[in-house]
């Protein structure tokens, strides 16, 4: 079974500041998502990774997956309110295959 | 990008009864289309592939009598939770790949009185 770790469980920052959140496996993924879920809401995808050591920016946000395509972190510079959420992680072994989903991040941002 | 719709997005049943959820792909076909169920404040969990035309496939202690799966065409997919209970209220979730981007439902929140 694939398992997909995320760090921290929750995180309350205030606005301005920075965070990392880590996802971690043992498993190899062809490729690992992250989305971002709002309360009632299905996830939204914020990016796809599927080199090992790419790194890929979306406005403040910044995600990189690693080397051995086992773990990613996604990186937010200067949160704001609108990035409360919960981020979830997914890896996928390729193509159609089911994707195993992360334990998740819930995140507030503070005003 | 891709559109999923979910429907109902929100349903309150009593106990003993089924409910029937809908995820449809609104501008592309999907052969296979997946279900999760989401609890407050967790992740999703994967429940089931929708095969369109051929059985479900269901992930380890998912009980197939009690969540009916059927994809008859393909842009639709239905789960179909039978003799409701309680601990059955949940948020589920469908997705579906179209160009190799799982684009997801908006859910619905099935809550068994």
């Known amino acids: 079974t694939q398992l997909l770790e995320q760090s921290p469980q929750f995180l309350s920052i205030q606005e301005g500041e920075n965070l990392t959140v880590y996802c971690n496996s043992s498993?190899?993924?062809?490729?690992l998502q992250w989305y971002r879920q709002e309360p009632g809401e299905g996830p939204v995808l914020l990016v796809t990774?599927?080199?090992?050591?790419e790194v890929k920016k979306l406005k403040r946000l910044t995600f990189q997956f690693g080397d051995a395509r086992k773990d990613s972190s996604l990186h937010i510079t200067a949160a704001q309110p609108g990035d409360t959420g919960l981020y979830l992680c997914?890896?996928?072994?390729?193509?159609?295959?089911?994707?195993?989903f992360g334990t998740g991040t819930k995140l507030q941002v503070i005003p | 990008g891709a559109v999923v719709s979910q429907h109902p997005s929100w349903v309150i049943c009593k106990s003993g009864t089924s409910v029937k959820i809908e995820c449809r792909s609104l501008?592309?076909?999907?052969?296979?289309m997946f279900w999760y169920r989401q609890f407050p404040k967790q992740s999703l969990m994967l429940m089931a592939t929708?095969?369109?035309?051929?059985?479900?496939?269901?992930e380890q202690g998912v009980e197939k009598d009690k969540f009916l799966i059927n994809h008859a065409s393909l842009t639709l997919s239905t789960l179909t939770v039978t003799s409701a209970h309680p601990e059955d209220s949940s948020f589920y979730i469908c997705s579906a790949f179209s160009a190799d981007t799982q684009y997801f439902g908006p859910g619905t929140r099935l809550t068994v009185l």
């Open positions: 501008d592309f076909q999907a052969t296979t």
């Open positions: 990774v599927v080199t090992g050591g």
């Open positions: 498993s190899v993924f062809s490729s």
């Open positions: 929708s095969n369109e035309g051929s059985k479900a496939t269901y």
């Open positions: 997914a890896g996928s072994s390729g193509g159609y295959q089911k994707v195993t």
